[in-house]
């Protein structure tokens, strides 16, 4: 038999690999066995247990009996948490759930309606912390090793990266990145980091493809921004949950202020990691998640929304602000004064607001209102000319724009036009002066609340970056 030339010989081992690799494939991607994946994401029965009974008590000392069954148990390659809001995702949140904890178990598993975020930080995870200060070898490399799934909406995450930044503020680093099953409706947070717009429905067949990627997938950081509202005291207002009362809250001297200070003063902090906005598009939102929580029969899908979404946009007004008197559909200028401080720049600057602006965004991810664009994807030459950096999730900076009435809004999340490109910004104070209007609306990361507002004193609102920036693991394909 003839032996193969050099290049022959070079052709059939290529083919050989070609062929073997699609062996190794399933349709979606390389074969992922089973077991081999259960044994890295699964924690040894003893910290699963340490866990669970820690929360159910609310006492870190009620799982340290588990510690006696440590006996040189060796820590997975790749243990993970999963979060899953199970009423989010129609049926499929608590199908999912169900088929997780028969992969992983239950210990691992958390619908959070019956766990919450900062009971898993406050009591599981620290059950785990203090197997480590015993020296146990096992609950150390799980504790560093450990990667979080989280199961929701933008919201739910949000709620989760909240509550694992709380391990940074006390030391208890490092905190574990964090990857995304999209069961919300926009998904915003899931569309910029590759994790997708929505639950596909083949998703028991890619639960392992999930599970996989979560674990070995790059990490990438995301910024978030600390909220304070300063309201005068005695007006009553109604929060959302990305909202709480808060101590009062001393304002920057260095700006000058349009209205008076009040005397006495109610303030609420939060913090938000896709965007805040002031104006009528929140003002729809508010009308619209009204409805949903009165009549929640009637927004029982995607298109049923967006119909009812639309029709709160003729009824408010927006698409014909030019034709109406009501002062509260007049520009933003008229009650609204806004300075910012640019990156790494200790210095206010005033900010001229366009007149025709009825309502204004400040956005931290290239995603918005379901996978729309609104800051676009600028050219080098126009970045330059406005003094713009390209914007990232992870910069520093905030990207403020304004929406026109409803046509221009339309247009702009058709993708058509940009927004009103105003400034970024790596804080912002606005002061909401009162005057003819009685309140007026607003929203962060989808949850809008009425704003009131006092026709002697001034409400102000500051947005600053929270020190600490929290990981994700991206997804298939990142915009961010």
């Not at 070079?10 to 994946?37: A, Q």
């Not at 070995?216 to 009362?245: C, Q, Y």
């Not at 918005?368 to 990232?392: D, T």
């Given at each position: 038999?003839?032996?193969?030339?050099?290049?022959?010989?070079?052709?059939?081992?290529?083919?050989?690999?070609?062929?073997?690799?699609?062996?190794?494939?399933?349709?979606?991607?390389?074969?992922?066995?089973?077991?081999?994946?259960?044994?890295?994401?699964?924690?040894?029965?003893?910290?699963?247990?340490?866990?669970?009974?820690?929360?159910?008590?609310?006492?870190?000392?009620?799982?340290?009996?588990?510690?006696?069954?440590?006996?040189?148990?060796?820590?997975?390659?790749?243990?993970?948490?999963?979060?899953?809001?199970?009423?989010s995702g129609g049926r499929h949140g608590s199908e999912l759930q169900s088929r997780l904890q028969k992969f992983m178990?239950?210990?691992?598993?958390?619908?959070?309606?019956?766990?919450?975020?900062?009971?898993?930080?406050?009591?599981?995870?620290?059950?785990?912390?203090?197997?480590?200060?015993?020296?146990?070898?096992?609950?150390?490399e799980t504790r560093e090793r450990l990667r979080i799934i989280v199961a929701g909406g933008d919201g739910t995450v949000g709620w989760v990266l909240g509550c694992l930044g709380e391990l940074h503020e006390h030391g208890r680093d490092p905190v574990p990145p964090t990857a995304i099953i999209p069961l919300g409706t926009g998904n915003d947070l899931s569309r910029s980091f590759g994790w997708g717009g929505s639950f596909s429905i083949k998703w028991k067949a890619a639960v392992k493809r999930i599970l996989d990627r979560a674990i070995n997938?790059?990490?990438?950081?995301?910024?978030?921004?600390?909220?304070?509202?300063?309201?005068?005291?005695?007006?009553?207002?109604?929060?959302?949950?990305?909202?709480?009362?808060?101590?009062?809250?001393?304002?920057?001297?260095?700006?000058?202020?349009?209205?008076?200070?009040?005397?006495?003063?109610?303030?609420?902090?939060?913090?938000?990691?896709?965007?805040?906005?002031?104006?009528?598009?929140?003002?729809?939102?508010?009308?619209?998640?009204?409805?949903?929580?009165?009549?929640?029969?009637?927004?029982?899908?995607?298109?049923?929304?967006?119909?009812?979404?639309?029709?709160?946009?003729?009824?408010?007004?927006?698409?014909?602000?030019?034709?109406?008197?009501?002062?509260?559909?007049?520009?933003?200028?008229?009650?609204?004064r806004m300075h910012i401080k640019k990156l790494n720049s200790t210095k206010w600057e005033l900010v001229t607001l366009p007149a025709s602006i009825r309502s204004i965004v400040a956005l931290n991810l290239p995603n918005y209102a379901s996978g729309r664009n609104p800051w676009g994807n600028l050219k080098p030459e126009y970045l330059e000319k406005k003094g713009f950096v390209e914007a990232n999730s992870d910069?520093?900076?905030?990207?403020?724009?304004?929406?026109?009435?409803?046509?221009?809004?339309?247009?702009?999340?058709?993708?058509?036009?940009?927004?009103?490109?105003?400034?970024?910004?790596?804080a912002i104070r606005f002061e909401l002066r009162g005057g003819t209007w009685r309140e007026c609306f607003m929203q962060m990361d989808g949850e809008p609340w009425k704003q009131p507002m006092n026709n002697e004193y001034s409400t102000f609102l500051d947005i600053k970056r929270v020190p600490f920036q929290s990981i994700l693991v991206k997804g298939e394909s990142s915009n961010s």
């Amino acid at each position: 038999m003839e032996s193969l030339s050099g290049s022959e010989a070079s052709m059939t081992k290529s083919k050989s690999s070609v062929i073997e690799s699609i062996k190794g494939c399933s349709l979606k991607g390389v074969r992922i066995p089973k077991d081999e994946l259960r044994r890295k994401i699964t924690m040894p029965e003893y910290l699963r247990f340490a866990m669970r009974d820690a929360m159910a008590a609310k006492d870190i000392e009620a799982g340290k009996h588990h510690y006696d069954d440590a006996n040189l148990v060796v820590a997975p390659e790749s243990p993970l948490v999963v979060f899953v809001n199970a009423k989010s995702g129609g049926r499929h949140g608590s199908e999912l759930q169900s088929r997780l904890q028969k992969f992983m178990g239950d210990e691992q598993v958390f619908d959070l309606h019956n766990i919450k975020p900062h009971e898993f930080v406050q009591y599981g995870l620290a059950c785990i912390e203090s197997f480590v200060d015993h020296g146990d070898c096992c609950a150390k490399e799980t504790r560093e090793r450990l990667r979080i799934i989280v199961a929701g909406g933008d919201g739910t995450v949000g709620w989760v990266l909240g509550c694992l930044g709380e391990l940074h503020e006390h030391g208890r680093d490092p905190v574990p990145p964090t990857a995304i099953i999209p069961l919300g409706t926009g998904n915003d947070l899931s569309r910029s980091f590759g994790w997708g717009g929505s639950f596909s429905i083949k998703w028991k067949a890619a639960v392992k493809r999930i599970l996989d990627r979560a674990i070995n997938a790059p990490l990438a950081r995301l910024d978030s921004w600390d909220f304070v509202i300063s309201m005068p005291a005695g007006a009553e207002l109604d929060t959302p949950h990305a909202l709480k009362h808060t101590e009062e809250v001393v304002l920057d001297q260095d700006l000058d202020i349009e209205g008076q200070l009040p005397k006495e003063v109610s303030c609420y902090q939060g913090v938000f990691y896709n965007y805040f906005s002031i104006g009528m598009d929140a003002q729809v939102a508010y009308g619209f998640h009204q409805l949903r929580n009165e009549k929640p029969h009637l927004a029982q899908g995607r298109i049923a929304n967006k119909i009812i979404y639309s029709g709160y946009c003729c009824k408010q007004g927006w698409f014909f602000t030019p034709c109406m008197n009501d002062p509260s559909l007049r520009g933003l200028k008229n009650i609204l004064r806004m300075h910012i401080k640019k990156l790494n720049s200790t210095k206010w600057e005033l900010v001229t607001l366009p007149a025709s602006i009825r309502s204004i965004v400040a956005l931290n991810l290239p995603n918005y209102a379901s996978g729309r664009n609104p800051w676009g994807n600028l050219k080098p030459e126009y970045l330059e000319k406005k003094g713009f950096v390209e914007a990232n999730s992870d910069d520093g900076l905030l990207e403020i724009f304004g929406l026109k009435q409803g046509w221009h809004a339309s247009f702009v999340m058709a993708e058509l036009i940009s927004a009103k490109h105003i400034a970024q910004a790596a804080a912002i104070r606005f002061e909401l002066r009162g005057g003819t209007w009685r309140e007026c609306f607003m929203q962060m990361d989808g949850e809008p609340w009425k704003q009131p507002m006092n026709n002697e004193y001034s409400t102000f609102l500051d947005i600053k970056r929270v020190p600490f920036q929290s990981i994700l693991v991206k997804g298939e394909s990142s915009n961010s």
